[in-house]
Each structure stands twice: as C-alpha cells, then as structure tokens.
C-alpha cells in the first residue's frame, strides 16, 4: 500500500469485479439478511426488485473483500520491488452509502475507487485521512452501489 504522501486526490483504482449467484445470494441472506427477496427466486420475482435479489450488505461485503485483496496484492508488489509498504490504519467512518438499482441473480458489478480529498490528521501526528468515493457498475453500464469512506494512512515522515 502507499503513503499518504504518494496519493493524489483524484487517483482511480480498479478493485475487481464480483459475479452474484443465485447461490452466492442465498447463502449470504440465509447467514445476515433473511428476508424473502434474498432467499427466493420467486418471491424475489415478485417483489418490486423483480428478480432474486442480493442484500445491500452482501453488495458492499463484497466491494470490502474486493478492496482488502487489491490493496494486498499492491502491497505484496511493492514488496517485490524492495520499496516500503505502508501500513494503513482504520477507518474513522463513512457516509453516503446508497444502494442505487438492485443487483440480481446473474449480475457482476466492478468496483472502481477514486480518491475525493485527503488532509494531515490534526490529532495523529505522522498520519493523514484519506476520503475516497467507491462505486459498483453493474454488467449494463448501470451504477448499482455507492460509498464514500474514510482511512488514516501513515505519513513518510513519522510525525
């Protein structure tokens, strides 16, 4: 992973793509969302979503895994090159999560993350905050999930 120093506001990452399968969707929903949309495929047909339908939580679960397998394997790359990796901290938060049009059975979304504003933490010496907007697309063009999420992101300098 960067250093806070090294990362442009407007900077555009790819994360991956995720395929939601029928069963993907009903395994998810049996464990954290049960409601009958996700659970079956007739009773998600009529429902307003018109189809088997995955949890929001199962949509964003999956950007979050998206993202943590990118920033590891940009991590083990620096690596390969002997350049020091970072080591970001937590995140303090996010806002602005929108679930935009549903995503059904047969969908693949791709996430894409784009760095929106980035500041010195007051209170952290040696640390910023990084506030980047992550969106998922579904196979039709058609944006289908939104967040907007913050991290501490180690400085060069230590503080």
Known sequence: MRFFDDIEIGQRREIGTYNFTAEAIKTFA????????????????????????????????ACMSLLVADGQRLAREAAARGEEVAIWGPSPGFRDLRWIRPVLAGDTVAYVNVVIDKRTS????GWGILTARTTGTNQRGEEVYSITASAFVPTRAKG
């Open 122 to 125: 007051a209170s952290r010496p």
């Open 30 to 61: 049996a464990k954290f969302d049960p409601q009958r949309f996700h659970l079956d495929e007739e009773e998600g047909k009529n429902s307003l979503f018109g189809g088997l339908a995955a949890s929001g939580w199962h949509v964003g679960s």
